[in-house]
């Protein structure tokens, strides 16, 4: 059976069991602060588990996307020795929330590995956590054998989702693979198992408890499913190999790279483990920047540079010097693409960002290898453990990351001090990255405050089940009351003046920042009629807005008068003015993003934005700067589209539909299975812009007024960002350029009109008479240096100056050195300056006098202390600078002292 049916089948197998089919989320876990990347399949249901979210179905099927290479789940090491790790892999998982439980579950899993699969019952066996009775007699009860099912403790069948809240135990299911002679349960759980002949195949946890702070386990009111199966293991078993990667997964890549390295079939036996690094690391690779991360230094950024780069160095031990990883991510694309459509329409992008990285760490992957294999060479027989001041050292200068140092070093039989390595880079930082826990009003845990006021709130009835009413599309203002008051982290049933709370209301029309667009700000008073002058008799103003929670939204205020209380009607009114200058923002940031990808090409996919009331900033994949060209074709078309009045429309569809019709995703959100698409254009087949977007937007583009890119740069390797003005905005910065323009023709005496060509003429005249004025310089410096140069010293047959001189900079001494040497062809020069404030040396011998033990270097390295400063070079010229001015002469004549000597000694 093929990957791609084994996939398949299991989809469709619970989809006819009444499960609905979700697509897998982003390897980035959006809106999880706690993990690095998406490590399982519950992630995405993270929030239904604990009650906070619900949604339309209490069935799932899912094939999600993991990386496993951080925290807790890191198997980078074993990658490529390992026959079975890896460090992206799909995983195959069904889910109850609140529907079935243990018995049906059971029967699912059982049903599917044999009637679907194939696998005979007399090679599985089935582990269950010691305390669970009801997963023995169930099991028993669905048909399997009770010699085949064993028990075993917390480590092994009882999961959790962390020290406190669900958790559950849990049953495993493996499947024994050799001689049925062999078949014996002392190989389940057992590391010690020289073939892997029993492995793991599924794990069903049955969430059925919540355990507090003193472990207390309570029963879940509606206890979940969570199942997890690793389909590279599966497709293994099925296609009969040996390890994972001898499947249709992964063979494909492993051809393409035996046939780019030209190597034997013994040959690649014998590197096998290369072959499985680079295979997989091609993988996480190719999906990590399909999701949109990109090579960085830090965290997940981190990560993909450093897979990459371990890859690259596996390629090494094969013979490839030239890019080569991006051809096998190719070939992952090929193989994958057909069910993730995200690596096809990412392709170029994918390749791109590879080959860059590759040719850039090209440079210096050489260089860091023969340092380290250098420095193990040399000291690999007296150490153990490579110093973690090295390993910083080869990551500092030449990119080489701890991992690859790691690798080097266990070939070596050597460890890397690690806490040395961390200790390095903190001191090697100018400013410490200190990891930041939100916080608000007090020392209290947000989340634990946010989680207990819903908790509260649905259980006193005061919040239905579908949550806090949130119409950010509709009237700016809107009647509603007030649910919950919280000061620091605690419920309370009023606010005083000049306090800072956070309020629950049970509607808002207020906008939650979200997708780049910030949140609203304005005011929530005490109801009043809303055409009557009366004062209200409390006013909040509303700074910020949280959303903790799908269904929970806090407005986050500052009480200006008189006291509200949990349970006042009151009118919820956003800032008018400020939400309109952030809709024509958000507008013009998907007509900017549809004129980048018409003038550039479809390779442009949107890296990140901000809109705010002053202005939007949007980031977008392309390999290098704009021309002027290309940023005027890109403002003129964003500007057409403006003028030309296009209607604005937004509406709801289920998300498979809207990206067939073309909508762009922004990577970086969650998407549920209902999305909002917003359009702008006449046409809904052919419009000018179509994107998934849950903002707030105008009606039609002519409201925008105009738009002005303001700037271009780079924000990180095939990353630019643009700065666009809109509005009012907009017009301000024209106005202001014009005033600008006019004073500089009033000053310049031409009209606005010829103001470059002016400036262009004096700044010419400007540059032609600094040249003359450097050039004049020069010749005094020459001069005066002239005069210097005739006092110097013949000692046994060379002349000796050491003197101070006037010059501006380091490059007019080494200057006067060059005229010293040509003027005397055997000689030592020393030379003092004060450049600034500071002093600075500079020691120049020739060729003749460094073979006699003459060394510029030494002698400068003798009497930088002098000046408080370092320094060296060459023998023939060094340079070195310092601090203390005052103490130059003495430096000088130590100077003197040292290079006669070293004469003297040559002549003795």
């Known amino acids: 059976m093929l990957s791609n049916q084994v996939r398949q089948t299991f989809i469709d197998y619970f989809v006819r069991n009444g499960h609905r089919h979700v697509p897998s989320s982003s390897l980035i876990p959006y809106g999880d602060k706690t993990i690095l990347f998406t490590n399982a399949g519950m992630n995405q249901f993270k929030n239904v588990f604990l009650g906070l979210e619900r949604r339309d179905y209490t069935r799932a099927v899912t094939v999600q996307k993991v990386m496993r290479v951080s925290g807790k789940h890191n198997d980078l090491e074993n990658v490529g020795p390992s026959r079975r790790h890896h460090t992206f892999f799909e995983m195959l998982g069904n889910f109850s929330f609140g529907d079935y439980f243990k018995e049906d579950a059971m029967k699912f899993a059982l049903e599917l590995l044999e009637k679907e699969y194939g696998f005979p019952r007399e090679r599985l066996w089935f582990t269950i956590y010691e305390e669970d009775d009801e997963s023995f007699m169930l099991w028993q009860k669905v048909g399997v054998k009770a010699s085949r099912i064993l028990r075993f403790g917390e480590k092994d069948n009882f999961w959790s989702m962390g020290p406190t809240g669900p958790c559950g135990p849990n049953s495993e299911i493996h499947f024994f693979s050799g001689k049925l002679e062999d078949n014996d349960a002392r190989w389940v759980n057992n590391d010690n198992d020289p073939n892997e002949t029993t492995v793991e195949v599924w794990n069903l946890v049955f969430m059925q408890f919540d355990r507090s702070e003193d472990g207390t386990l309570t029963p879940l009111p509606r206890p979940g499913v969570d199942t997890g199966m690793g389909f590279e ?45 680079i295979a997989d690391h091609a993988r996480a690779a190719a999906f990590l920047i399909g999701d949109g991360v990109l090579p960085g230094n830090e965290g997940r950024n981190y990560v993909l540079r450093m897979i990459m780069r371990r890859a690259m160095r596996f390629g090494r031990q094969l013979g490839l010097r030239d890019p080569f990883l991006y051809q096998i991510a190719d070939a992952v694309v090929d193989k994958m693409g057909d069910y993730y459509t995200e690596l096809i329409n990412r392709r170029e992008h994918i390749l791109r960002t590879i080959h860059t990285e590759e040719e850039r760490f090209a440079r210096t992957l050489d260089q860091g290898l023969e340092r380290l294999e250098a420095f193990i060479a040399e000291e690999g027989r007296s150490q153990t453990v490579l110093p973690g001041e090295v390993a910083f050292r080869l990551y500092d200068t030449y990119g080489l990351p701890l991992e690859i140092t790691r690798d080097v070093a266990k070939e070596h039989g050597m460890a890397v001090d690690e806490a040395g390595f961390l200790a390095a880079r903190q001191r090697a930082r100018e400013i410490a990255r200190a990891a930041s826990q939100e916080k608000f009003a007090g020392d209290y845990d947000l989340a634990k405050a946010y989680r207990e006021a819903f908790d509260t709130l649905r259980a006193d009835g005061k919040l239905s089940e579908a949550g806090v009413l949130y119409d950010p599309y509709g009237p700016l203002a809107r009647e509603s009351e007030v649910l919950a008051i919280l000061r620091d982290g605690e419920m309370t049933n009023r606010a005083v003046p000049g306090e800072r709370v956070e309020v629950v209301l049970r509607a808002t029309p207020f906008y939650v920042e979200s997708g780049g667009q910030v949140s609203d700000t304005g005011l929530i ?33 500052e009480v200006k008068w008189g006291e509200p209380v949990v349970g006042d009607r009151c009118i919820a009114r956003a800032d008018e003015a400020r939400r309109w200058a952030i809709m024509r923002n958000h507008t013009a940031t998907h007509l900017l993003q549809a004129s980048l990808r018409a003038v550039l090409g479809h390779h442009v996919r949107q890296e990140g934005s901000l809109v705010t009331p002053d202005r939007l900033r949007f980031d977008f994949t392309h390999p290098r700067p704009l021309t002027q060209d290309e940023l005027n074709q890109v403002a003129d078309m964003l500007n057409d589209a403006i003028l030309r009045n296009l209607p604005v429309t937004a509406r709801h569809m289920p998300y498979q539909q809207a990206i067939a019709a073309g909508a762009l995703a922004f990577f970086s959100e969650k998407y549920g299975e ?33 738009a002005l890119v303001v700037s271009e740069g780079s924000v990180s390797a095939g990353v630019r960002r643009l700065e666009v003005l809109t509005g009012r905005a907009a017009l301000d910065y024209a106005r202001q350029q014009a005033q600008q323009v006019g004073e500089i023709a009033r000053l310049l005496g031409v009209p606005a009109e010829h103001v470059v060509e002016q400036v262009s003429r004096i700044t010419a005249q400007l540059q032609e008479t600094q040249k003359r004025l450097e050039g004049a310089r020069r010749e005094l410096a020459r001069l005066r240096f002239a005069e210097q140069m005739a006092q110097a010293e013949l000692h046994g047959g060379a002349h000796v100056l050491v003197a101070q001189v006037q010059a501006e900079g380091p490059e007019l001494m080494r200057e006067m050195s060059d005229w010293y040497r040509q003027r005397y062809h055997s000689s030592v020069l020393v030379l003092g300056a ?53 103490n130059l002469p003495a430096a000088l004549d130590q100077a003197r002292q040292i290079v006669l000597s070293l004469l003297a000694n040559e002549r003795a």
């Open 834 to 886: 004060v450049i600034g404030d500071k002093p600075a040396l500079l020691a120049a011998v020739t060729p003749d006098l460094t073979k006699k033990g003459v060394d510029a270097g030494q002698i400068v390295r003798q009497i930088a202390p002098l000046i408080g400063g370092t320094g060296g070079g060459r023998p023939t010229l060094a340079q070195a600078g310092g601090k203390d001015a005052n």
């Open 674 to 706: 209902l999305v909002r698409v917003v359009t702008i254009g006449h046409d809904d087949a052919h419009p000018f812009s179509m994107e998934l977007c849950g903002g707030t937007h105008v009606s039609m583009t002519g409201e925008i007024g105009c």
């Open 525 to 557: 008073c005490a109801y009043t009629d809303l055409a009557s002058d009366e004062e209200p008799a409390w006013c909040l103003a509303v700074k910020e807005m949280r959303r903790p929670a799908p269904e929970f939204i806090v407005h986050v205020c």
């Open 233 to 277: 293991r599966l497709v293994r078993l099925l296609q009969g190999g040996e390890s994972n990667y001898d499947s249709d997964l992964f063979l494909p890549l492993m051809d393409r790279l035996q046939a780019l390295a030209g190597q034997t079939d013994a040959e690649r036996k014998a590197h096998i483990v290369a072959y499985r690094a």
